[in-house]
C-alpha cells in the first residue's frame, strides 16, 4: 500500500529566504506526483504536476524534483514571500485514473 | 473560469437526518471523486465517478453514497450521518487521457454530525 510522507510537518521562515519542502513516497511504481497548496476555509490549489518520466517542473519561484527511483520528491521555493504562507501537500497517482495518495502536508509559515 | 463548486460550504446537521452535498464542475471532465479530510489522517479518497454511470468505491465508502447522472454533477449522499462523519470533504474531478491528469478541487464543504 502506497504510503506519502511529508517532512517537516511544520516551518516558519523569515521572508527572503530559499526553501525545500520534502516529500518520500514508499512505492515506486507512480504515474504522476502533484504538490498541492491548501490555504485555510479554501479548497486545494494544484501547483506543479510531475509525470513519472519526468526529473523536474518549474512555475515561477517553484520548482519542484521527481527522484522515482527513490520515491522522493522536493518542492523548492525561492525568495519566500508571506503570501506562501499555506499547507502543501504532496500526492501520488499510481495509474491512470486511480486515487490521489497524499501526504499530511507541511504546513509554511513565512514571516515578514 | 475552470472550476469545481460544492455546495453548501459549511453543515451543522443531526445524527440520522440523510443529506446531500453537491459537487459540480465545468471543464467537461470524465473523472469525479470525493475525498474527506481528517486530522492525523490526511485526505483519503471515499468514491470516484470515471464517467456517467460509472461509479466504484474508494478507501473509505462506508455511510455514503454517491450517483452520477450526468456529467458534470457528482453528488455525495450520508442517509443516515453519524458523528464520525465529521469533517471536511473535497470534490475533485480531471480530464482522463490528458497529458498530465491534474486533479481540480472544489473549495470544501465542512460537516458537523451532532
Known amino acids: 500500500k502506497q504510503e506519502v510522507t511529508q517532512i517537516p510537518a511544520a516551518l516558519s521562515v523569515p521572508e527572503g529566504e530559499n526553501l525545500v519542502l520534502n516529500c518520500s513516497f514508499t512505492d515506486s511504481a507512480i504515474y504522476n506526483l502533484q504538490w498541492f497548496r491548501q490555504d485555510p476555509g479554501k479548497g486545494l490549489t494544484s501547483l506543479l504536476l510531475i509525470q513519472s518520466s519526468q526529473r523536474e517542473q518549474t512555475s515561477g519561484r517553484l520548482n519542484a524534483s521527481l527522484d522515482k527511483s527513490s520515491g522522493r520528491s522536493t518542492l523548492y521555493i525561492a525568495a519566500s514571500q508571506p503570501g506562501d504562507s499555506a499547507t502543501y501537500l504532496c500526492?501520488?497517482?499510481?495509474?491512470?485514473?486511480?486515487?490521489?495518495?497524499f501526504g499530511e502536508g507541511t504546513q509554511l509559515t513565512v514571516n515578514p | 473560469e475552470a472550476q469545481v463548486t460544492q455546495n453548501p460550504r459549511y453543515l451543522i446537521t443531526v445524527t440520522g437526518k440523510k443529506l446531500t452535498v453537491t459537487c459540480s464542475q465545468n471543464?467537461?471532465?470524465?473523472?469525479m471523486s470525493w475525498y474527506r479530510q481528517d486530522p492525523g489522517l490526511g485526505l483519503r479518497q471515499i468514491y470516484y465517478s470515471m464517467n456517467v454511470e460509472v461509479t466504484d468505491k474508494g478507501d473509505v465508502p462506508e455511510g455514503y453514497k454517491v450517483s452520477r447522472k450526468e456529467k458534470r454533477n457528482f453528488p455525495l449522499i450520508l442517509e443516515s450521518p453519524s458523528p464520525n462523519q465529521t469533517s471536511l470533504y473535497f470534490c475533485?474531478?480531471?480530464?482522463?487521457?490528458?497529458?498530465?491528469?491534474?486533479?481540480?478541487f472544489g473549495p470544501g464543504t465542512r460537516l458537523l454530525v451532532l
Open positions: 475533485a474531478s480531471t480530464e482522463l487521457g490528458s497529458q498530465q491528469e491534474t486533479q481540480y
Open positions: 471543464m467537461n471532465h470524465e473523472y
Open positions: 500526492a501520488v497517482s499510481e495509474t491512470s485514473g486511480s486515487r490521489l495518495t
